[in-house]
């Protein structure tokens, strides 16, 4: 994660892809949970991935890459992070809901470049049942996932082992499921390392 990250292309659906080249990580989870913020904490740069108090920020699928590449022939970048819209927003038009939804199921089960993809649960929250939806979809599409709690600062810091080892628990017998559950505070800069490792070993990058 040394160089500066870029952002290359939002997709608003499935037409728009950028041709597939790149190993894909991306982030998703509920509305707020804080995906946008943890891909900015992630490479240190606060303003890239656009974040907001209120829910329904991130719209499209965004792209980023390390700086520095071509794209063209073999000069293609090694990653790409995926932001994604959130899923279980209620208070937008329906129709803006459902499109979203399809667009994060669609690129979820269906993008053979994607590595793995980070399923973001907030501390205070922990898994709903739209997050069991969701991981219920990876594990019948066979696309390996990992749990990374955010917002940790928002929990007493005894709580957050045994809201892992709980978390750990409930997602045991899923057959995707990474069986490491990560805990993060984008805001506190807590868990980074772990998850740069993690997804450093998964990409090689
Ligand atoms: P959508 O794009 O709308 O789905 O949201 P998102 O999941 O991308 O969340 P985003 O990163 O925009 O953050 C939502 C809110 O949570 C913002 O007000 C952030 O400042 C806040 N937030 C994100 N991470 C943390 C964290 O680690 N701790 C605390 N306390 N707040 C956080
Ligand atoms: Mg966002």
Redesign the pocket.
């Known amino acids: 994660f040394g160089r500066p990250w870029i952002f290359i292309r939002g997709v608003p659906s499935m037409n728009f892809l950028p041709p597939q080249g790149p190993l894909e990580v991306a982030?998703a989870?509920?509305?707020?949970?804080?995906?946008?913020?943890?891909?900015?904490?992630l490479v240190g740069q606060r303003g890239l991935?656009?974040?907001?108090?209120?829910?329904?920020?991130?719209?499209e699928l965004n792209f980023f890459v390390p700086e520095g590449y071509s794209g063209e022939g073999h000069d293609l970048p090694p990653m790409a992070l995926v932001?994604?819209?959130?899923?279980g927003?209620a208070q937008a038009p329906k129709d803006q809901v459902d499109a979203w939804t399809k667009l994060v199921f669609d690129y979820l089960r269906g993008r053979a470049t994607l590595k793995r993809v980070y399923v973001?649960i907030d501390s205070r929250h922990g898994i709903k049942k739209n997050d069991e939806d969701v991981l219920t979809l990876l594990d019948k599409a066979a696309v390996s996932y990992q749990v990374v709690l955010?917002?940790?600062?928002?929990i007493k810091p005894p709580a957050v082992p045994r809201l892992i080892a709980e978390t750990l628990e409930k997602i045991r017998k899923r057959p995707a499921a990474y069986p490491e559950v990560l805990a993060?505070?984008?805001?506190?800069v807590e868990g980074l390392d772990d998850l740069r490792r993690a997804i450093g070993e998964t990409v090689g990058y």
């Open positions: 982030f989870g509920r509305s707020n949970v804080g995906k946008s913020s943890l891909i900015n904490a991935a656009r974040t907001s108090n209120t829910p329904g920020r991130t719209q932001d994604m819209p959130g899923y927003y973001l955010t917002k940790t600062d928002k993060t505070s984008s805001e506190k």
